[in-house]
């Protein structure tokens, strides 16, 4: 390009090379001043304001508001003239203009300014005006002498009310009548049950009057003793609980110390010969006479209220074994069966050991595994007076997986006393298939009815598993009796020689 330096890039292959070649010359020197500069009134910096776009923009410094405002002050004058001026408001009436437009509150009209007045009035008579004697009707035919008075047939004026008022305030106006206080002082009593006159009373007028006094005398249900009556055959004679006192043996129909002798075993022991008959509820206690270390020992096999329970005259287990080995509730050698769970169910049956029995192990044989399925072994007392379950004295500590098969236990710590009955048994929380104890291995609890051929065998309840088997079992015999039960086995901590 005339008059400027051109510059031709070439691209050489290679690693960033480039070849710059000048052509034309180098320029002409730069003017070095701001004042050697051409076009320096071109307006070519648009982001900058001249003064055109300034003044357009802003205001100038030296402006006014008058077309916009009014002066200060201004306002203020036009308030104060409108306030003072006589009658700011035309459009208004002023009092003076009222006054002369309408007529006062309080204003008269002559009678010439109501239609029809003077008419109206014509017709009436003078407010001052008379009668002749003929005008007047009614009149009476005669009349008393124009000059006369009633002093022989009245009493002045105000005489009658005087002679009351003396009257009324006389101490004793009527002295041929007696006074409250004169009567009261010849006769205390002035009336009888509120009356006066010939009174005439009833029971019902006399207060706090008993039943008694209404009654005739005689010696019949619904009559009075009369004063001299006698308790001659009703009563012993004076003196005779005083000689029943001092009586040896005043109560034959009770056992003193020989006549219970005579008729019952003593706590101390002895003997009865010939047949013993028994009715009734009977406590029994037993006595255990067994070797220990070579010597004789008899001991209590079950002390208190709660005695050796059996079924059938039966023990669970009589047989302890040793250290090991595991039982279960069955009485007999039936082989086992196997029962299904259900969602919450709690199985029970009763078991019973002659001798204090620590277990370490409690467990179930699983045989159908459920997946998810949990359980746990629980056991209740019983009930000391009727034998149903009561309080839960066992229940594991943790839940025993039943999703595969083999046998579940609880590793635990726990002694059946010896004679005490308890009520062992299982908690489902699904379905798994347990070894169970067939009903004929099982001791008997009865009867459904008189001519039934099965018998209960167990107690049964559901319980959510969530919630834990109640701490109390709530026994009710119309729902909770069934048949069979899961085999619920244990296994013996200590061997039979340290067995109390």
Known sequence: MAGQTDVIVTPVPGPATLIVELTGGLPAAAPTDHGALTGLTDDDHLQYHTDARGDARYSLQGHTHDVSYDPLGAAAALVNSHAVASDPHPQYQTQAENDSRYAGTLHSHAVGDVTG?????DGKAATSHSHGWAEITGKPATFPPADHQHDASYDPLGAATAAVATHAAAADPHPG????IEAAAAAPVQSVAGRVGAVTLTAGDISGLGSAATRNIGTTAGTVAAGDHGHAGAYEPLGTVAAHAVATDPHTQYHDDPRGDARYLKLTGGSLSGPLSVSGDIEIGYLANYKKNGSDVIAPLQTGIQQLQTVAGRLVSPIIRDLGAYIDQSLTGSAHTTLAGVAGRIDLTPVCFPKNTPVDRLGVNVVGAASGALGRVVIYSSDVLN???TNRVFYGAADLLLGTAGVKEHTASF??????????GFHHSSIANLSAIPA????SLGLSASNATNVYTAIRQTVAYASGAPMTFGFDAATHLTANVP???VRLRIGPTAMG
């Open 415 to 424: 002694t059946f006393t010896a004679g005490v009955q308890y009520w062992v």
């Open 440 to 443: 004929v291995a099982l001791p």
């Open 117 to 121: 007045l003077q008419t109206t009035l």
């Open 487 to 489: 085999a619920t086995s």
């Open 387 to 389: 034998g149903t379950p």
């Open 177 to 180: 009548y007696t006074t409250p």
